[in-house]
């Protein structure tokens, strides 16, 4: 920083784009911050629709599947709120990891080991049938933590690479899980690669209105813990201190290295809890595909929501949605679902291209 | 015994061609200070790329392997816009090309899935493919693998031997006193994120083209992520990178050959061993800090000229 008085010689320390030139910011109204990423969303949402108009969607489909028949249909939403139910978890999941700057990308991996867990419980009948599901829930939450642990154990201790590491569990997970579903848990009347259905007393009971279960309240009740927890708990404080600048943290006397293992064992568990409900809601038993896209909806979650738990419900329930119409997409126009992925990333994109507008100014050089 | 092992062997460049294209074009990326986590997503692109080309050409492997480098840079293009030009979060935006290419390829790909491909096929050098035990595994192999060899050399050459690859380096290792000499750190990021992508495509095409022969849906299966990796078993230099393919492509290539072999191993606790074994290699790099040291200063870290940290 330059003294007042030097000022005026000073020449201003700018980086030249040709005619343009480039200045941090020091700070950003709230309302302009709003904006840029309000903007950059209408950008992704504009290239989704270019995009799907060139795979044969026109105008007044688009309006029809993205929002007639999916917001403001009895099944439409219903079907949303089903598909959001794992979401939330995954996006919480996600969400967990990122406050402390835990880039957790093998939630895929998690949410098989949250299957697993509630699917031997209900293979092996383990537990009185009134508590069965509890147990799922628990075995399952415990399959996620443990998955999680073991590379937020290195990267806390040896500091390897999460990002890598957590990707490379989930493909280890894949393998069991289809270890297990080709082999001793495959249903036997079958040739798919899937479990024996679960009893009734396993599956989550339905609410009373169109299919949607038990999994959507999960969900709901684990955003309001997540809450509590970021917002009010001293583990959330501490957890807020490594986010934002983890050396400072440990100087000021934060167990940084517990903060981040719990953090990522905790971000396991809501992806178990995902698997289970994904398990237990749904398909009702363990499949090969259950988990497919689950991890970078989590991640698109968590982004989009800014990391918060009440945003993630917001944004789950909005990417549900997504993958609702996907659905009726892929069934009127033939289009896959990798769609859904595919704009996914796009709006991602658009979103982190916004944060150059935030992070700086752009202004005409002057000679 | 002996022919299990000239079999494994000779499967094993099919397997490390792959991952050394990739793990070049990575190398190139990471020396210039950007972190490509998108690799799985180029790789992909690549090989629908090559898959298109060579079905809609009539079956020239080159133009497939061309089309491949092409789309392995126009995706890069886009990540180096992001990531240079807008300083966007290398993390974040990597993680996205990967799903992105593979949402992308899936949604363009239905059309040319699970169609025969011929690609390459082994070339034989004379006499030299007749000799025992050598000649079939290191004189009988496709035009790309011999192919390869001068590209690991000009990839050092370049990075070590040149000016340009001095600026490349000093970009990776220290924006600012690279800028303080007057390199521009936007263009030489930039053209390594677009060099190295194309190479990641290229390791995509010959996937496709040589190893797979056929396009499905996200069939590279973590080749991407396993490529990352070897850069830091590299240290970042190409040589090791080779060596660190040829071990990586054996253990892949030792996966078919047990199953042809009829060898009772559970199958799916096969199929982990590449990535338990990656796994090692990054707990490795981790434990020993000469490897880590060897990271280039500013990897990962977008550059902004006025703001000091």
């Not at chain 2, 059309?111 to 007749?130: D, I, P, Q, R």
């Amino acid at each position: 920083m330059t003294s007042p008085a030097a000022a005026p010689s000073v020449e201003p320390r700018v980086r030249r784009f040709g005619r343009l030139n480039l200045e941090v910011r020091q700070s950003i109204p709230r309302w302009q911050h709003a904006l840029y990423v309000i903007l950059s969303i209408v950008a992704g949402i504009a290239i989704s629709a270019a995009i799907l108009l060139v795979a044969g969607v026109n105008l007044g489909g688009m309006y029809e599947e993205f929002i007639l028949l999916t917001f403001f249909d009895r099944l439409g939403l219903s079907s949303v709120l089903i598909e959001s139910s794992p979401l939330i978890l995954v996006g919480l999941s996600a969400a967990m990891a990122f406050r402390v700057n835990y880039w957790n990308i093998g939630i895929e991996g998690q949410f098989f080991w949250g299957a697993i867990g509630a699917t031997f419980i209900s293979i092996y009948d383990i537990g009185p049938p009134g508590l069965r599901l509890y147990i799922m829930f628990a075995l399952a939450c415990a399959g996620g933590f443990g998955w999680a642990l073991v590379p937020a154990f290195l990267k806390v201790r040896l500091n390897v690479n999460e990002v890598i590491s957590t990707l490379l569990f989930s493909y280890i997970a894949f393998q069991v899980v289809l270890n297990q579903v080709y082999g001793p848990w495959q249903d036997p009347h079958e040739r798919f690669p899937h479990s024996i259905k679960f009893d009734p007393v396993e599956q989550l009971p339905k609410i009373g209105w169109e299919k949607v279960h038990l999994g959507l309240f999960v969900g709901v009740a684990l955003v309001a813990v997540m809450w509590w927890l970021v917002e009010r708990s001293r583990f959330g404080a501490y957890a807020r201190l490594v986010g934002s600048n983890a050396r400072m943290a440990l100087a000021a006397g934060v167990p940084v290295a517990l903060i981040v293992f719990l953090s990522a064992g905790l971000s396991g568990a809501l992806s178990g809890a995902a698997g289970f409900v994904m398990a237990a809601g749904q398909e009702f038993r363990l499949t090969a595909t259950m988990a497919a896209g689950y991890a970078f909806s989590g991640i698109v979650i968590a982004f989009l929501a800014r990391n918060h738990p009440l945003g993630v419900l917001v944004v789950a329930i909005l990417i549900g949605g997504l993958y609702t119409a996907g659905q009726s997409i892929k069934g009127f126009y033939g289009v896959p679902e990798a769609l859904v992925q595919l704009l996914q990333a796009v709006i991602v994109l658009c979103v982190a291209a916004s944060q150059f507008f935030v992070s700086y100014r752009l202004r005409l050089a002057r000679e | 015994m002996l022919t299990f092992i000239v079999d494994w062997l000779a499967y094993t460049p099919i397997f490390a061609t792959p991952l050394l294209l990739a793990t070049l074009g990575l190398i190139l990326n990471e020396r210039a200070g950007v972190l490509n986590l998108g690799a799985e997503g180029l790789f992909l692109c690549g090989a629908l790329a090559a898959v298109v080309a060579y079905l809609a050409t009539g079956g020239s492997p080159w133009l497939g392997m061309a089309a491949a480098l092409a789309a392995g840079a126009a995706v890069s293009v886009l990540f180096a816009f992001l990531v240079v030009t807008l300083r966007a979060d290398q993390v974040v935006t990597g993680i996205t090309i990967a799903f992105f290419g593979s949402g992308l390829t899936a949604l363009l790909g239905g059309a040319w899935m699970n169609k025969a491909v011929g690609g390459f096929t082994a070339v034989k050098l004379g006499f030299l493919s007749e000799l025992p035990v050598v000649g079939k595994i290191v004189f009988a192999q496709d035009p790309m693998v011999y192919l390869t060899i001068p590209i690991v050399y000009l990839v050092w050459r370049f990075l070590f031997r040149t000016m340009p690859g001095l600026r490349l380096r000093a970009v990776g290792e220290n924006p600012q006193a690279a800028d303080a000499a007057g390199v521009s750190v936007d263009f030489y990021r930039s053209l390594a994120v677009i060099a190295g992508g194309a190479l990641c495509g290229a390791a995509g095409g010959y996937v496709a083209l040589a190893g797979a022969k056929i396009w499905f849906e996200d069939m590279t299966q973590g080749r991407g992520w396993i490529a990352i990796v070897l850069v830091i078993f590299a240290r970042w230099m190409p040589g090791r990178a080779a060596f660190g393919a040829l071990l990586f492509g054996s253990i892949e290539a030792l996966i078919p050959r047990i199953f042809a072999a009829g060898i009772p191993v559970p199958q799916y606790f096969l199929q982990m061993t590449p990535f338990v074994a990656t796994l090692i290699v990054l707990i490795y790099a981790a434990l020993y800090s000469r490897a880590r040291g060897a990271a280039p200063g500013a990897l990962g870290l977008p550059y902004v000229r006025e703001d000091r940290r």
